[in-house]
């Protein structure tokens, strides 16, 4: 069995953006960080922003947007052999450890090698 470091957990952002989108096609546009009451620019968006304000037959302002996510963030484990890694699971909910390739089930048993399991044929 893994050393559990860090618990399996949700992490969640929310980013604020002032948005257009092109009236051509809704699901493109622009999204500009929005920051104490004003957008953030650097050189690149300055120019993409600009261009929104001076083209308003071309896009449509949604004004200013909020947006909120959230990820599942794997448990960080540690291996007997020393190895640090993330149980994320990807192979039928198992990980193999990078450093000594053991496998481990999401909850941070040991498994046999997937080259050991038994296909079941049968339909349930």
Known sequence: MVTILK??????SEEVNVEY????????GFAFPWKDGKVQLNPLSEKNYKWCQD???E????GVVERKSSCRVPALARCECGEKFH???HYYGCTQCPGCLRWYAMN?????????????????
């Open 7 to 12: 618990e399996a957990h949700t992490e969640y």
């Open 59 to 62: 896009v449509e302002c949604l």
């Open 55 to 57: 083209h308003p037959e």
């Open 108 to 124: 941070g048993y040991e498994v046999t090698s997937p080259d050991q399991w038994e296909e079941d044929f049968e339909e349930d």
């Open 21 to 28: 989108r092109y009236r051509d096609d809704p699901d493109a």
């Open 87 to 89: 149980l994320n699971g």
